[in-house]
């Protein structure tokens, strides 16, 4: 066999990386020395010793938090810990309720949050299932069969028809063997395997080579073990599971909202309670009024509106097949400028199919497909060209009996059948065409034959390139008479054939993958194919979706690139072809360098690292366990229209989300400002600690309907950020000019009404509350209120917490919170500050939203 094979076995060795990098390019004397091996496989002792080396053969489990780890991560985030701290004080302070109702919040929030995202752990576990669970290994000079995680470095391996291949390993010799590498390459169709020295340093390009993960689908091979578990090219993939995941755009967005609340409410709270003591007030009553402002400039129910939205967003999301593993992946995919995709089974339908049968002269004809879907259907390897050959051709075998074969060989890539049937007997011959024209002496033109010269086979090897431009695999089907005895088919026989054409085939684009695509463009997602595919075959598939196919790079180009020449190259080509799982990951970073929110789709080994690197990855039903476990969502079917829908539905959702922020930086924000201003000119508190915090819960109640709101159509117009920029924007306009009219109260509360204390908190209560709570009804659209008016969810909680705020003062229970019932004229001056200040927010709702000119603007 080999010239090494009876190498004495040595104990192992540390053997460096670079050593076996590529080591299919290495020949197997080399990787014997390498291993410290030799071809008649290890003994059990020494594979022991491997075994404590190199440790197992499977991959380390993803990284994930328990659930007390998981919820303390959630806790420690700036806005919970403010909210934390807002219903320990509320507490301190004698709002039990209050203080409850925050707390109770918090728990709800996380709890929902922890819930949602526990269920992703169980999905890493299909990883487990994704190689076999035994191998066949030669151990003590004979083969055994032995748990899949003790295969080592330098063991000799053999797989068969239908094995799942469990390490990396040279082949040392094969029989008609071919392994589909889909799951690992993106390459649609089995691939040869065969003995032999490689030179390219693509795995893709490995053909003496077997991968972990890949599946065996015809003949057997024996091969040296090099790789185990994280060292395979499965490994890699699946390791990315184990690393830490970056936060996502929109949690570094909410962390990021957070520590500006926390540090405008410790601001506020600081100024005011140290005015006050300066100036002389109680410090008592100035520390529980400053406490009560930073409860009440608090959002402390962001967490519940947010986890409660994008829990209802992935309901929604749910019923379009979109099952979401992250909840905060909801707003990323809403927020998503550029996809990625593998091409494989999501643009198009991983079915190979007979799409073209020609006579030599290049014209259609029926006959060369049904000759070979006989010889698939009679005595055929059973790969997805015979498939599709059968399939192409139903009932060809019909009336046709096999009387002997000539398994398909490798090295001459042909194979034959003898069929007796109509025609009598008749050997077919198909393979690949440079091999089955060689053995032709003529071509079949109608009835008729001819004589094949130089240029005829010329002109049929240039139509092979042709079809192979247009995204085609050929292969050729040619025949001949049999006269003499049946026997079992020879090389000698196969000779003297009549040439009756080409089969192409083709892996076509889904029907709706060209709409999906111009529908994501005209949301302002563009797309990228991202496979490990021929950049032919991804050249012609990305013009016929409707991209950019001028221009395709490949894993080798890419290799040649520095880090900042492909961001730069990024930014134009839509199409990359023969990728390795790590180029993936590359060309996400560089388009994330230069700003864009990235989404990878894709459903095999070699995606979950580009789905653990992208800001928002995606999976579909049936992908490789590794891919799931890796994704962020998990598409029911493997359609682009669905990601559109997604899309669509996340920015429905954010800006929800963003109604509640708007609100809270206008008018609430306005509120406790006004609130500060006052405390420290008036010489009376301008309203009790236990009246901020209730004019703080009512606001809040009155927005639990938020959720429930309906979107306009702008709002999922473009791609979606959390701009901060334009936040502060919208509260640099809209809170002063709530303070504005808060100033106009107390002007004219104490100016013309000679307001008392207690008529003064009363009334500003009043006005507080009115406005606060109607304005939600202006500033939840970019619209005119009374053209897009809200939901019935959003409408009732904000009517019943206005009319709860209205009358409460007016009961005995408002004698409680320090209430006193204010004089009618009073009551109509409020009234009318109220319908101007809404009048005011109405007019300047346009500068506080500000040009629509940037592609990230969000729409409410």
Known sequence: MISAANLPNKPAREIRPDTLAA?????????????????????????????????????????????????????????????????????????????????????????????QEGHAVKAAEVLRRSVALKAEVKRDGSFRQIDVEKVVPGDILRVRAGDI????????????????????????????????????????EAANALFRGAVTQTGEAIALVVGTGRSTVFGAAASALAEAQAPSPFERDLHQFGLVIARLSLALVVVVLATRVLLGRSVLDSVLFAVALGVGLTPELLPMITTVTLSRGAMRMARRKVIVKRLASIHDLGAMTVLCTDKTGTLT??????????????????????????????GGDRGSLDAALIQGSADASRGWTLSGRHAFDFSRRLGSVLAAGPEGLLLIVKGAPEAVLALCSTQRTGDTSIRVGEPERAQAIERVHALAGDGLRTIAVASRPWSGSTHDVESADEANLVFEGLCAFADPPKPTAAAAIARLANAGVRLKILSGDDPVVVKRLAGLVGLNAGKVLSGADIVALSDEALAVQVQSVDAYGRLAPDQKSRIIKALQARGAIVGYLGDGINDAPALKVADIGLSVDGASGVAQAAADMILLASDLEVVADGVEQGRRTFANILKYVRMGASSNFGNMLSMAVAAMALPFLPMLPTQILLNNLLYDLSELGIPFDGVRAEATARPQVW????????????????????????????????????????????????????????????????????????AASSLVALVVAMVLPFTPLGLWFGFETPSVPMLAGIGAIVIAYLVSAELLKPLAVGPASRAARIHA
């Open 23 to 115: 080591f299919w390019t290495r020949t197997p004397d080399f990787l014997y020395a390498a291993l410290h091996c030799g071809g008649d496989g290890l003994s059990s002792a020494d594979a022991e010793a491997r075994l404590a080396q190199y440790g197992p053969n499977s991959d380390a489990a993803a990284k994930t938090d328990g659930l007390w780890r998981a919820i303390l991560r959630r806790l420690l985030e700036p806005l919970s810990l403010i909210l934390l701290a807002a219903g320990i004080v509320s507490l301190a302070t004698g709002d039990v309720i209050g203080g409850g109702i925050i707390v109770a919040i918090l728990v709800l929030s996380i709890g929902l949050d922890t819930v």
């Open 165 to 204: 291949i469990p390490a990396d390993a040279l082949i040392l010799d094969s029989t008609a063997c071919t392994a589909g590498e889909a799951a690992l390459t993106g390459e649609p169709y089995a691939v040869e395997k065969r003995s032999g020295v490689v030179t390219a340093t693509s795995p893709g």
């Open 349 to 378: 339908s991983a079915e190979i199919t007979l799409a073209r049968s020609l006579d030599p002269a290049g014209s259609e004809d029926a006959r060369a497909a049904r000759l070979g879907a006989i010889a698939a259907d009679l």
């Open 723 to 794: 701009d901060m920029r334009g936040l502060m924007r919208f509260a640099g306009v809209m809170g002063p000019l709530s303070s504005l009219f808060d100033f106009m109260t107390f002007g004219a509360l104490l100016l013309i009404f000679h307001a008392s204390a207690a008529e003064f908190r009363t009334a500003w209560f009043l006005e507080s509350m009115a406005t606060q709570i109607l304005v939600i009804f202006i500033i939840r659209t970019n619209g005119r209120p009374w053209q897009d008016l809200p939901r019935l969810p959003l």
